[in-house]
């Protein structure tokens, strides 16, 4: 089975801090993509990977930057928290092989920003 | 941005009935357009996708239907079970990125 993990299930951050979410997948897949999630709004793309050390913005990427230096592993990165980004933040893997249509998601991880 | 809109937030299902679910997109050009389940504490699940040039395609005890005159794609649950009560949301696919909508609650009655 495809496993996706997430560094933290739950984290409480101060504004202003640096914070980061990391993201292993290990079934070899070559895209990656981080998620917010917010009551009413769904899941909005924040980033993806789709290369090592490549990446693309998505819909909302402002207050965010990402790392993929390991194919496996994707780092979102909030370089100053802001109460804004209080959210569920889900990252997911697919494989270039299909279409690609099934992305596979880790548990998320829910971070309030104080 | 384009939008994925599910019309109903939230749909009660008595057990054993069938459930449709609904969404409507506006981005024509979309290649497939895909329905997740999301239980809680969960991530999105994959259910099963359609491509743009079908109107139907059938999996497990699930139907997708995509009517494209009126941009409107439904999930059709056969005898739905409890397990089914989840959130489910519709995406449409765009290269590598999805676009999802708001995602409905379906609640099973036992």
């Known amino acids: 089975d495809v496993k996706v993990t997430q560094s933290s299930r739950y984290l409480v951050k101060r504004t202003g801090e640096k914070v980061f979410l990391e993201c292993v997948q290990d079934m070899d897949h070559e895209n990656m993509f981080w998620y917010r999630q917010d009551p009413g709004l769904g899941l909005r793309l924040i980033y993806f990977?789709?290369?090592?050390?490549?990446?693309e913005k998505g819909d909302i990427p402002e207050g965010y930057s990402v790392s993929r230096e390991k194919k496996e592993r994707f780092s979102l990165i909030l370089e100053s928290a802001s109460t804004n980004q209080t959210s569920m933040y889900l990252c997911a893997s697919s494989s270039l092989a299909g279409a690609g249509n099934e992305q596979f998601f880790g548990p998320g991880t829910r971070l309030t920003v104080l | 941005g384009e939008s994925v809109g599910l019309h109903l937030p939230t749909l009660s299902v008595q057990e054993g009935d069938n459930s449709i679910i609904n969404c409507a997109y506006s981005?024509?050009?979309?290649?497939?357009f895909i329905w997740y389940k999301q239980e809680s504490g969960k991530g999105p699940q994959f259910i099963i996708d359609?491509?743009?040039?079908?109107d139907k395609r059938q999996g497990q005890r699930v139907t997708v239907l995509l009517n494209k005159t009126v941009k409107h794609l439904s999930l059709q649950i056969a005898a739905t079970q409890p397990g089914d009560s989840a959130v489910y949301f519709c995406a449409e696919k765009d290269d590598y990125k999805l676009s999802f909508g708001a995602g409905t609650t379906v609640t099973v009655r036992a």
């Open positions: 359609i491509r743009s040039n079908m």
């Open positions: 990977s789709y290369d090592v050390k490549m990446k």
């Open positions: 981005n024509s050009a979309s290649d497939y």
